[in-house]
């Protein structure tokens, strides 16, 4: 398979290149060239197969040309070596929890997936180790970190903002030793950006190292994120709740949106023949894409400090993709996606709702998509909100909210009990190009 860019201007990459580059070379995002459509007996079966079963037959059918089956095979069972539980909160609403991996959040689907496929091609093309640089302003340094970690022929380094992000997220990625490397900035995440950026564009640096990025706009990052949408479907199909033509034309998902990657998966999912009637896009304050959705004008802006942080978005990258997805067509965009947006009163409101009629904690991200599947959600149609992230990692925000203390997973608190190794630069290039060429 090939990936062409969505910029149109640049030649088509095949699968190795569009991992080892992430961005195409006229800056747009790749795009495979066509989208396989899986087989009705596929569908027939899906109830009884596990989320390793259906998501190799999903990865085989966009990397199956590029990748020998029982290496792709490998790659997909020790992505997903952990659960992905699909729970009914109230009649017809299902939470699919997408945060059992090693950092409580999504992220952790597409980066280890990311990381597993990159060190195979790195092999392949027997070239010496690949430098991954990555500026985080908190969650996608744990997820790239812990996703790489241990990972050969790779070497990571986290560039993120002293002093800015939680103790928590720190130490998800300080922690770790081996093969991540956390530089630890004088400065704002922005001078990060900037710092990864000019080490890009530096010639030396790319003559002495082979540098990429992990950032979420990978193909090998995002098209993984499609194979939970089909277990969620046969999750779905495996109960007697519902006949199977009901099934087949009334599944909504509700999905927290920011970069629109997760959101991309879906619609990529629904177009290889995954029966879902309609999606909808669950914005926080930062609502460029819920926008665009009501009135067709797309105007990106800088974004704004919620307390669903990680949907702080103002330019969603992935936009490029879902707009080719669909030819430009706004209409084919508004009849398949909704979008609707809160702010941080009414998301505080909906986890301290939910909670005290339920049970049921949401973290202010699931909290966000659980609030529109609400809204929207018709009598006869069953919905699905995606929670991204466990709501310990936002213990103050959720604490406050319900008034009521919780308690941290094991798997979460052990980063805290470790010890932090960090290498402190100043926002100056010429320090980090040392830096990197001595620790190499
Ligand atoms: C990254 C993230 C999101 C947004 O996902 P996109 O694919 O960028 O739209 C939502 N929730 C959490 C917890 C995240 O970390």
Do not use: W
């Amino acid at each position: 398979m090939l990936f062409y860019s969505t910029n149109k201007k640049a030649p088509k990459a095949s699968l190795q290149e569009a991992v080892i580059k992430g961005l195409a070379s006229d800056r747009g995002l790749f795009m495979p060239e066509h989208i396989p459509y899986l087989s009705d007996n596929f569908f027939k079966e899906i109830a009884d197969k596990s989320l390793v079963e259906i998501s190799k037959t999903v990865a085989e059918a966009f990397f199956g040309d590029d990748i020998p089956k029982e290496k792709l095979d490998s790659i997909v069972a020790d992505t997903l070596n952990f659960e992905i539980p699909l729970i009914e909160i109230e009649k017809d609403i299902f939470v699919l929890e997408l945060f059992h991996g090693p950092t409580f959040a999504f992220k952790d689907v597409g980066a280890r997936f990311m990381a597993r496929m990159l060190s195979y091609f790195v092999k392949e093309r027997n070239q010496d180790d690949v430098k991954v640089l990555v500026a985080t302003s908190g969650d996608t340094g744990s997820a790239v970190a812990n996703g790489f970690l241990g990972v050969e022929g790779i070497q990571v380094f986290v560039l993120y903002p002293s002093g800015k992000v939680s103790e928590m997220q720190e130490a998800q990625f300080t922690t770790l030793g081996q093969n991540i490397v956390a530089l630890e900035v004088d400065g704002t995440f922005d001078d990060c950006q900037a710092l990864v950026k000019s080490a890009f564009m530096d010639e030396e640096l790319n003559q002495k190292l082979n540098l990429t990025s992990a950032n979420s706009i990978n193909v090998a990052r995002f098209l993984p994120q499609s194979f939970y949408y089909f277990y969620a479907f046969a999750q779905l199909a495996k109960l007697n709740s519902y006949k199977e033509s009901a099934l087949a034309e009334n599944v909504v998902f509700s999905v927290p949106s920011g970069n629109l990657g997760n959101l991309t998966a879906g619609l990529f999912a629904n177009k290889m023949g995954l029966p879902i009637k309609r999606f909808i896009a669950a914005n926080n304050n930062n609502d460029v894409f819920t926008k665009y959705l009501q009135n067709g004008v797309y105007s990106p802006r800088s974004s704004v400090q919620t307390i669903a942080n990680a949907m702080d978005v103002g330019a969603p990258s992935n936009f490029e993709r879902i707009f080719d997805l669909y030819d430009g067509s706004y209409d084919d965009i508004k009849s398949k996606v909704k979008g609707f947006a809160y702010n941080d009163d009414q998301i505080a409101e909906a986890i301290k709702e939910l909670y005290n009629r339920t049970g049921y904690l949401a973290d202010p991200h699931s909290a966000c998509a659980y609030l529109a599947l609400r809204e929207d959600k018709k009598e006869n149609e069953i919905g699905v909100f995606l929670s991204t992230a466990h709501p310990a990692k936002f213990i103050e925000t959720v604490e406050g909210c319900i008034e009521n203390k919780i308690s941290i997973p094991a798997g979460l608190a052990k980063f805290m009990e470790l010890k932090k190794q960090t290498y402190s630069i100043s926002n100056d290039f010429k320090q980090l190009k040392k830096t990197l060429l001595s620790l190499s």
